[in-house]
């Protein structure tokens, strides 16, 4: 069934360090952007293949004014090298060290300790308007397309 990351609820703020060194917040998507923040786990050869395969439809999530975020469990230096691994990240990968905002998104599975795959999407207002978990097959690019063309209509 997935879990529930809270839709209808206000989307925890961040301010993390993208792969570039750039900054990035959530506040700065708020009443134009639709975020589609997909949370990647440690695991730098699973989260460098999905973020190749999620860097395919970035384009389409801009025409719909959605904007993929992707969220390492891990340090600057380990979203550099799954930017690099993939081979294209077409979107930001932002260093979640400690793993703060994925337990803020409630993405951190604390028996594992480990990041669980997952995406959410927050709408310009920043409320969650849509969530997936990675057990399901919504967070594959094709599922994730289909629901950012469902939450702007």
Known sequence: MGYNFGVGRE????????HDGSRITLKQYR??????????????????????ALSAIADQLWGVRGQLIGIVHGDAAAAAAVAGQSGRAEFPLLADPEAVVARAFGAYDAAAGAVRPCAVIVDR???????????????KPAALAAAMRTVVR
Not at 33 to 39: D, E, G, L, N, R
Request: charged letters at 10%; a negative charge; zero cysteines.
């Open 11 to 18: 989307a925890p703020q961040f301010d993390l360090t993208g």
């Open 31 to 52: 009443g134009d952007w639709f975020p589609v923040i997909v949370f990647l786990g440690a695991d730098q050869a699973a989260a460098s293949a999905h973020v190749a």
């Open 125 to 139: 207002s920043g409320k969650i308007v849509w969530t997936a978990d990675g057990g399901a097959a919504s967070v």
